[in-house]
């Protein structure tokens, strides 16, 4: 999600899109939460006693997402951390209720859903096992996922955070980032694990910014981050942006005259290694990536007999299908949108093919950036798109068909 830095939502909630649902979203409510100069101390683990101490409850490791786990849950520290819990319904209309105890049973943190947040629990916490429960609102325990995050004591960031430069840092400091330019990180500075642009615009634009690495398919290769903020007063987050499946972080969004820093990172403090940084307000740049491998035997004839857009058109898709194709009469910013009737977590993919026949990925999405809401299943795309003919692939994260859904394309609203 773009409402926050990769806090303890932040960066879990980004994870989300490459391994699961992202479900519904709620308000935090912290019962009982202890001091992080009053940690409590759960019953340390002997080698005598199982993984849970004597809890019938599943093991779990930490900084995850799971999906559907059981009611009942124990985790270990080996040292003393702040650790974050969040649970999440997988229904829209499900709530959950979420309590963090001590192997003992001394209750740490409750925290029950609210309407548009999900409840978390954040504690410094000793070295020991300590044991997560989520039930349900009113009886019964609804379908959910557990995510987690954990971090140095008294930080108020994960550890892979740092704090945001001034803006005089910002206009001193770090490379310009120019509208049609690009600033690279050489491999030797990209050893780092933090690296910054800055962006002056005279004037408001519709920009798109992003990293680019040599490779970023390559499974050795660093899942890198980026985050664009603006100076008003002090650094106000506007967008970040993950890693897609192959594809580097970018992101289109409306700017206001002023200055930006561009933050790259690379998940869990990583190195980054060499890629660049690139702004584009003119329309000029258009990255051809590697299409899910789900779409990587595609042709051009997939469009016969499917249905066919145009800007400003709109249609329900009735059962099953996975491709919509769209016809862009001139290069325009178009928004693509895709919203379910059931209850699926819908991927958007939009599909172009080289003089070759080759097909490349020129948009990806299963989110809405401009909504703060975690039950985000509908996602959206807001860009410039050339003159062409183009696919629209639908899909969804568990089976990878979609079914039964409404699909937009219309010329933006400025």
Request: glycine letters at 8%; one cysteine or more; proline letters at 7%.
């Amino acid at each position: 999600m773009d409402n926050a830095r990769r806090g303890p939502q932040g960066w879990v909630w980004i994870a989300a899109a490459a391994a699961a649902l992202i479900v519904l979203g709620i308000v935090v409510v912290l019962v009982s939460q202890p001091p992080a100069d009053d940690a409590p101390a759960a019953t340390s683990p002997s080698p005598e006693s199982d993984a849970c101490g004597g809890v019938d409850a599943q093991y779990i490791d930490l900084d995850l997402q799971i999906v559907q786990p059981e009611s009942l849950m124990c985790f270990v520290l080996d040292e003393r951390l702040q650790v974050t819990v969040g649970a999440a319904a997988l229904e829209p209309d499900d709530a959950v209720v979420l309590t963090v105890r001590t192997v003992d049973g001394e209750t740490l943190g409750t925290a029950a859903s609210e309407p548009e947040w999900d409840p978390e629990v954040a504690v410094t916490l000793e070295p020991g096992i300590y044991v997560v429960e989520v039930t349900g609102q009113g009886g019964g325990t609804p379908p959910f996922l557990v995510y987690s995050a954990t971090f140095a004591p008294g930080e108020d960031q994960p550890a892979d955070s740092v704090d945001v430069p001034s803006e005089q840092r910002c206009l001193e400091d770090f490379p310009a980032l120019a509208a049609g330019g690009r600033v690279a990180v050489n491999e030797a500075a990209g050893e780092g694990t933090a690296h910054y642009a800055c962006i002056s615009l005279d004037e408001a634009a519709f920009a798109k910014v992003g990293l680019v690495s040599p490779d970023p398919s390559d499974g050795d290769a660093a899942d890198l981050q980026m985050a664009l903020y603006r100076y008003d007063g002090g650094p106000v987050l506007v967008r970040s942006a993950d890693d897609a499946i192959g594809y580097d972080p970018e992101l289109s969004v409306d700017l206001e005259a002023g200055t930006y820093l561009v933050e790259a990172t690379a998940w869990f403090d990583s190195p980054t290694g060499p890629f660049q940084f690139y702004l584009d307000i003119d329309g000029e740049l258009f990255r051809h990536g590697e299409v899910t491998s789900l779409h990587a035997d595609l042709t051009e004839d997939v469009c016969t007999g499917a249905p066919m857009l145009a800007p400003g058109d709109a249609v329900t898709v009735e059962g099953e299908r996975t491709y919509v194709c769209a016809t862009v009469p001139a290069q325009q910013r178009l928004v693509i949108e895709a919203a379910t009737l059931g209850e699926q977590d819908l991927v958007l993919e939009v599909i172009g093919f080289e003089d070759s026949g080759t097909p490349f990925r020129l948009a990806w999405a299963d989110e809405d950036p401009t909504t703060d809401v975690l039950a985000d299943f509908d996602p959206r795309i807001d860009q410039v798109v050339p003159e062409g003919a183009w696919v629209i692939a639908v899909t969804t994260y568990f089976t990878g068909v979609a079914a039964d859904y409404d699909i937009r394309l219309a010329p933006a609203e400025r």
